[in-house]
C-alpha cells in the first residue's frame, strides 16, 4: 500500500506583462531600487499606475532588489493595501474601526454585501466596484465613514450608501 500524497500540477504561470504595465514596473524599478527599503515604495508605485501589483511583477521586483519572490509575494500578502488582480473601475472602502463600527458601521456593511452581492475584496460582476476593508480613515468624529476611490464620505447612513452605490453603478 502507497502512502505516497498524489501531486497536484504545478500553478500555471501568471500571464505575462502587457508594455504598459512593464514600462511602469521598469519605471518604478528605476527610480527607486536604490532607496534604503525600497520594497514598499516599489510596490505603491506599481500599484498606483497599475491598480494593483500583477504576479507576473514579482520576479522583475525580486532580481531587482536581490530577494527572493517569496520575500516579496510575502510582503504583498501581508499588507491588505496592496492587491494582484485589478480593481474594479471604483474602489469602496469601508471603515471597519471601532468608532465607525459604533456609530453604525456594522449595518451599513451588511447592506453594502447585500446591495453589491460580493465580499470584502470583492468586485461586482459589472467591474463597477471593488469592496476593501479598512481599519480607519482619521474620520472618526465623523462616523461612520467611507472613502469612495479617494473621496472620504463621514457620517454614512443607509441612504447615503444607496446613493454613492447607484451613482457608481451608472
Given amino acids: 500500500m502507497s502512502l505516497a500524497v498524489p501531486r497536484s500540477a504545478p500553478d500555471a504561470p501568471p500571464p505575462p506583462l502587457s508594455d504598459d504595465a512593464r514600462r511602469v514596473v521598469a519605471d518604478a524599478l528605476e527610480r527607486l531600487a536604490e532607496l534604503p527599503g525600497a520594497l514598499l515604495p516599489i510596490l505603491h508605485a506599481i500599484q498606483d ?3 494593483h501589483v500583477p504576479p507576473a511583477a514579482v520576479p522583475l521586483i525580486a532580481e531587482a532588489l536581490n530577494l527572493s519572490r517569496a520575500e516579496v509575494h ?5 499588507y491588505h493595501h496592496f492587491r494582484t488582480v485589478a480593481p474594479g473601475r471604483h474602489v469602496l472602502r469601508l471603515c471597519r474601526a471601532e468608532a465607525c463600527q459604533a456609530m453604525g458601521a456594522r449595518a451599513l456593511e451588511a447592506r453594502l454585501l447585500e ?3 460580493v465580499d470584502f475584496h470583492g468586485t461586482t460582476a459589472d467591474g463597477a466596484l471593488t469592496i476593501e476593508p479598512v481599519y480607519c480613515l482619521g474620520n ?11 473621496e472620504v464620505h463621514g457620517r454614512v447612513d443607509a441612504d447615503a450608501l444607496d446613493a454613492l452605490l447607484d451613482e457608481v453603478r451608472r
Avoid: E, N, Q, Y
Wanted: proline fraction near 5%; aromatic fraction near 4%; hydrophobic fraction near 40%.
Fill in 49 to 51: 499606475g497599475l491598480g
Fill in 74 to 78: 510575502g510582503v504583498i500578502s501581508f
Fill in 115 to 117: 446591495r453589491t452581492g
Fill in 140 to 150: 472618526c468624529a465623523c462616523a461612520p465613514s467611507l472613502m469612495l476611490d479617494d
